[in-house]
């Protein structure tokens, strides 16, 4: 019993963390269940923000739902898609196999494969930096915030705190169900505003959609002049 015990707590330990690979088939199906619109609406808020020309880096995009409404929004733009699930770069790469001309690199990787001096206009994190915990998402964080321009925009949506029982009970499913298979590595949800406090990059814009527990922001680096 002790040696099976060992085993399953060894394969646990070395089961690759926030690991999406295996979810990639159902995540889309999973959150339009249980969050309905509204994830999907947050992450479109604030995308006429985004200049009409340059670079941007989108991490974490996971099966790149946004993307047919981006390449629609900002066809000029250069993005960078990168994330760490080759099926979900997979599915992405195909929402856009029939827009031939569109101006994106996919790249199966995470934040330590951005090129060192690539710079960007704007950064997109999605329900992405939710996946660390607090000290690994400022460092995280600090690493792409060295990729963001001077006078360059970083978009970002993720979950509130929870307030009510409800909220309370859902984000424990949730991190219960993702702890279980892509082995996320945070175990709540951790207020994201200290860490873009850290970073001096200023909250320009926020949209809060207090009924899915939701929020859209649109960050600023500051710069002296
Ligand atoms: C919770 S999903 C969110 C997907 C998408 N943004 C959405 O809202 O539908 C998180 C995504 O981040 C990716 N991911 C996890 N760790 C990563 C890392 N260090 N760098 C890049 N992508 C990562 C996962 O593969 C997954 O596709």
Do not use: C
């Amino acid at each position: 019993m002790w040696h099976k015990f060992i085993i399953s707590q060894r394969n646990r330990m070395s089961k690759k963390t926030n690991d999406f690979n295996s979810v990639a088939g159902m995540y889309d199906s999973i959150a339009n269940v249980v969050f309905k619109k509204s994830l999907m609406e947050s992450q479109l808020n604030f995308l006429d923000e985004l200049p009409q020309e340059g670079h941007i880096l989108f991490i974490g995009g996971g099966s790149g739902k946004i993307l047919p409404d981006l390449w629609k929004l900002r066809p000029k733009l250069h993005i960078d898609f990168l994330d760490a699930s080759q099926k979900m770069i997979n599915k992405a790469e195909k929402r856009l196999r029939r827009k031939p001309n569109a101006k994106i690199r996919f790249i199966s990787g995470t934040e330590n494969d951005i090129e060192p001096d690539a710079t960007y206009d704007a950064i997109l994190t999605f329900f992405f930096l939710d996946l660390f915990p607090t000290e690994k998402k400022l460092k995280v964080a600090k690493k792409l915030n060295t990729h963001l321009k001077k006078g360059g925009i970083w978009l970002h949506a993720d979950f509130n705190e929870a307030h009510t029982f409800m909220q309370r009970m859902r984000e424990k499913s949730m991190f219960l169900f993702f702890k279980m298979v892509s082995n996320i590595e945070a175990d709540k949800i951790t207020d994201d505003s200290l860490v873009f406090d850290q970073l001096n990059l200023h909250l320009q814009r926020k949209k809060i959609n207090p009924k899915a527990g939701v929020y859209s922001a649109i960050y600023k680096i500051e710069t002296l002049d």
